[in-house]
């Protein structure tokens, strides 16, 4: 995973679900690696041109390009041309800048550590450079037009190896097409699957596969079944496992997505045997409940222990195959009508029951785009794109090849290839070219010392013709793209641009790191002299200390307040409160207790705030509820212990503020007016 990088001036944006979880204002050092550069599509190559320098930073030049790149992409299109905010812009990039100046000075971008990040980076954000985007496009329609489709197929699967030959090849073909007309004069697709096929499930199954929809399957095995009609047989269809004959049985409309609501009795982790049953006998209780007549949502309010779904009825966002833990996901599925409620359910978390609120298809083609789009890249019809961009990198760099070169190669290499044990010595004498792409040549000899470098031991079915052709030809693909790879930033600025920003990004974090966000946490004495020092900004305003009670109904909370009434002579816990009248049932009482503020609880902030215990509040299913609180504290200053994150973000900002002085003194920085003036 990587970070994403967007350069503000005060320093580092990270995106990603780490620096998202952290409380408001807090800038504690974000989680290194915790989200995925966001790859844009690549723009066609644009013709060089002079580019000024706009300012120098310690002796460092910083174009007009760069700065405007980034600037832009921090700003709005529509915003107001107001050169006020270009100016302040300009003091904040300086201060990037600096830092940046900072960390390579200290030698922050020669270690290992930054070069192998960057190459990560780079290897991310130069694939849209590497792939066609009208292909791309047409993959994502394409995918999204199948979605809405579920197929049924049976194949027929002829096996071929990883390395065959045209021989083999050719071998295994004739036989899937002596098999097709076999089903073709009547013979049942089934049972000659079961006598035939070299997938293994297919001796149970007569080669059903079930239902599928797009992306499930390898892309060509899926093009055929889309492609086909119900009934039909496709004519063999070659996958990376070999040769396929196909029979669609089915096609239905996908099963798209369904809302539902659940109430949960979360079980810790590794809780014995007694706590799980326990956690099972409430979620029946509920259950009960429910079919009873009970409102499901407000069960889910009282009981859930989602609280975050609870204070809605338990209401979950919409979701479709693969948002939820498989359990929870196949009992919600499951449900043939809205308001419907499932039998108790266990996942990961606990117990579940999941009622049904309504179901639609799939999302609209905007909704599931991007997920489309990334999940094209990692299936088997990325290669598309890829050959696309192939064969455009072999037609502008005038690509050519000899067969009869490679063919002489091949003949020169013996059956000790198969066993990984293969010298070059035998082939040292040929060093014909194999194929050029621009002003670059391929030999024979590069060809042979690549195989004698990566030679492995192989299966002993393996022959060696098709070891080498399948070698030569991941080797000449390799070749290929590395060579349009090579030339990126002379081809398209932006991407020059972009990895420049890269660059500086990794320095910035990591000389923040030091001097600024792991510096406040390791400086516990410096943080807490700051914390002295600034006592007023960090106060608690009134608080309370309560409790908040919830019975099932007036008898049950009328022996509640009697225990608490007599807790303090008779030594009462709220633990021996729950034991004693939750024993008949785990729905009898519920407890909550804590230190309140105002805006923490409804139920608190609506009664006066005074030691003592609350009448009873009655509510419309016959629940009780009262508070005990137990007292009322003034505003006091906070500990550190108890406003570490606010008082830990104010202290990097301060380390930051004063840092950046230092730099300023440090480093000259020098701004061209005159080309700062044409930017607008």
Do not use: C
Not at 50 to 76: A, C, Q, W
Request: no cysteine; net charge positive.
């Amino acid at each position: 995973m990587y970070r994403k990088f967007s350069i503000l001036g005060l320093g580092l944006v990270m995106v990603g679900s780490a620096a998202l979880a952290q409380p408001a204002g807090k800038k504690t050092a974000p989680a290194k690696k915790n989200a995925v550069p966001i790859l844009a599509a690549s723009p066609p190559p644009v013709a060089e041109v002079v580019d000024p320098i706009l300012l120098t930073v310690g002796g460092d030049p910083v174009t007009k390009g760069e700065f405007e790149s980034i600037y832009r992409k921090n700003n709005p299109k529509d915003a107001p041309n107001d050169r006020k905010a270009l100016e302040e812009y300009l003091e904040l990039f300086i201060n990037f800048k600096l830092k940046v100046k900072a960390a390579k000075v200290v030698g922050n971008d020669t270690t290992k550590a930054f070069i192998n990040e960057l190459k990560g980076y780079r290897r991310q954000l130069a694939q849209p450079y590497l792939s066609d985007k009208d292909v791309n496009e047409k993959l994502i329609e394409e995918a999204y037009e199948r979605m809405k489709k579920d197929v049924r197929a049976s194949h027929i699967l002829i096996k071929l190896g990883n390395d065959p030959t045209p021989k083999d090849t050719l071998a295994a073909y004739n036989k899937a097409i002596s098999i097709r007309n076999r089903v073709m004069k009547g013979e049942n697709f089934a049972d000659l699957a079961r006598q035939n096929s070299d997938d293994p499930s297919g001796q149970q199954n007569g080669g059903d596969l079930g239902y599928f929809t797009s992306m499930m399957m390898v892309y060509p095995f899926e093009n055929a079944a889309y492609n086909t009609s119900v009934g039909q047989v496709t004519m063999p269809v070659k996958t990376r496992f070999g040769y396929h004959i196909l029979k669609v049985t089915d096609m239905r409309d996908a099963q798209g997505q369904v809302k539902a609501a659940h109430i949960m009795v979360k079980i810790p982790d590794g809780a014995p045997d007694s706590v799980v049953a326990s956690a099972k006998k409430k979620i029946e209780e509920l259950l009960t409940k429910a079919r009873n007549g009970e409102d499901f949502g407000v069960l889910a309010q009282n009981f859930s222990d989602d609280r975050t779904s609870g204070k809605s009825g338990g209401q979950l966002p919409w979701f479709g195959t693969g948002k939820m833990v498989p359990e929870f996901e196949k009992a919600a599925f499951d449900l043939n009508e809205n308001n419907q409620i499932s039998e108790p359910v266990r996942s990961p978390y606990g117990w579940h029951i999941i009622k049904r609120l309504d179901r639609k298809g799939i999302q609209t083609f905007e909704e599931v785009k991007a997920e489309l789009k990334q999940k094209i890249t990692k299936d088997s019809r990325s290669q598309v794109s890829r050959n696309a961009v192939i064969d455009r990198v072999k037609k502008e760099n005038n690509f050519s090849e000899d067969a009869k070169a490679l063919d002489e190669l091949i003949s020169k290499i013996d059956t000790s290839y198969i066993n990984g044990k293969w010298s070059t010595d035998a082939v040292k004498a040929l060093n014909k070219g194999l194929f050029t792409i621009g002003n670059e040549t391929y030999t024979q000899a590069d060809l042979a010392k690549f195989l004698g470098d990566n030679q492995t031991k192989q299966p002993k079915e393996s022959t060696v013709e098709g070891l080498i052709r399948k070698a030569y030809d991941g080797y000449k693909v390799d070749k290929i793209i590395n060579y349009e790879d090579a030339r990126l930033e002379q081809k398209y600025p932006d991407f020059r641009l972009l990895m420049n920003e890269y660059r500086d990004g990794i320095l910035l974090f990591e000389i923040t790191d030091e001097n600024v966000w792991s510096k406040a946490i390791r400086d516990s004495a410096g943080l807490k002299n700051y914390h002295q020092q600034n006592l007023s900004k960090y106060m608690w305003g009134e608080r309370t200390e309560a409790v908040i009670y919830k019975a099932k109904d007036a008898k049950i909370a009328s022996k509640a307040r009697k225990m608490v009434a007599k807790r303090a002579k008779k030594g009462y816990s709220n633990a021996d409160i729950t034991k004693e009248i939750n024993a008949s049932s785990l729905l009898n009482l519920q407890i909550e207790e804590g230190v309140f503020s105002k805006g923490d609880n409804e139920l608190i902030d609506a009664q006066p705030w005074k030691a003592g215990v609350t009448e009873n509040k009655v509510n419309a299913d016959g629940s009780v509820i009262f508070i005990e609180f137990v007292k009322v504290m003034e505003p006091m200053p906070k500990s550190l212990a108890e406003a570490r994150g606010l008082i830990t973000a104010d202290y990097q900002t301060y380390l930051e503020q004063e840092w950046i002085k230092e730099l300023r003194a440090k480093y000259k920085v020098d701004v061209n007016k005159e080309v700062f003036n044409t930017i607008k």
